[in-house]
């Protein structure tokens, strides 16, 4: 949880247990608070669960992201899950920004995100996926993901959206109406006040992109989706959006 305090953002609230670490980067004064996600085991698979919960108090900042990569690996039985649970009060701002999620063969993955933002605050989350490693000449055949949002602002429900492959995922995003061939994808969600004013910036960082994306803006939100052959493409085209929507 973060806080905001003679004239900065400061830490107020650090749990951490298991495998699930947090680390906090020295950053300028006038900065927000950075916290770094990084899970000790270098991955999950069937059975494991990590929670993490982030709070950013009235008129506070943060940004978390993760230290690399998190990595679903193979499973015996069971399904991994991850529950993100964030909160942004009156004039906060939390951009949620992890590292991409590598599916690897034969994993299971059910992820949900869960966030309340105040009528006048700013929520930028971004969550991407990547079937394999490019470089380990890695094809995913057979995957389960679950990967569900849910996002009230002032209580309200204004964004609820569920992705699910169960089957082949390369197979499955061959398709013209599914991914035309990707191997990875992305969502990022703005909320915020100026949501919709954002929109042709957004469209412009997306003009250019190496992979194939799109945005459309309503009722003070903004919501992308991107696709592109490979990892570092997509990475390439999530970093000029997001930059954008940041300023």
């Given amino acids: 949880a973060v806080r905001r305090e003679g004239g900065r953002d400061r830490l107020e609230t650090f749990y951490q247990s298991g495998a699930a670490k947090i680390r906090l980067p020295r950053v300028a004064a006038s900065a927000p608070l950075e916290a770094v996600l990084l899970n000790t085991a270098g991955g999950i698979t069937g059975g494991d669960h990590l929670r993490y919960e982030v709070r950013v108090e009235e008129g506070s900042r943060a940004v978390v992201t993760g230290q690399a990569a998190e990595r679903i690996y193979r499973r015996f039985h069971g399904v991994a899950e991850v529950e993100n649970h964030l909160e942004v009060a009156a004039r906060g701002e939390l951009a949620w920004l992890p590292q991409e999620t590598i599916l690897f063969d034969r994993s299971a993955l059910s992820r949900k995100l869960h966030a309340d933002v105040a009528a006048d605050a700013t929520l930028l989350a971004a969550e991407s996926f990547v079937l394999g490693r490019a470089a380990m000449d890695e094809t ?55 949501a ?34 490979a990892g570092d493409v997509l990475r390439h085209d999530l970093i000029r959006l997001i930059e954008t929507l940041r300023g």
């Fill in 140 to 194: 995913v055949r057979a995957a389960i993901v679950s990967d569900a949002w849910r996002v009230r602002r002032a209580g309200r429900l204004v964004f609820a959206d569920c992705l699910r492959l169960d089957g082949d995922p390369t197979a499955i995003l061959e398709g013209g109406a599914t991914g035309r061939g990707a191997r990875a994808f992305a969502t990022v969600v703005l909320i915020a006040p100026d």
């Fill in 196 to 229: 919709e004013a954002r929109l042709d910036a957004a469209r412009d960082a997306l003009a250019d992109a190496k992979g194939e994306a799109g945005a459309s803006a309503w009722n003070g939100m903004l919501v992308a989706r991107l696709t592109a052959p």
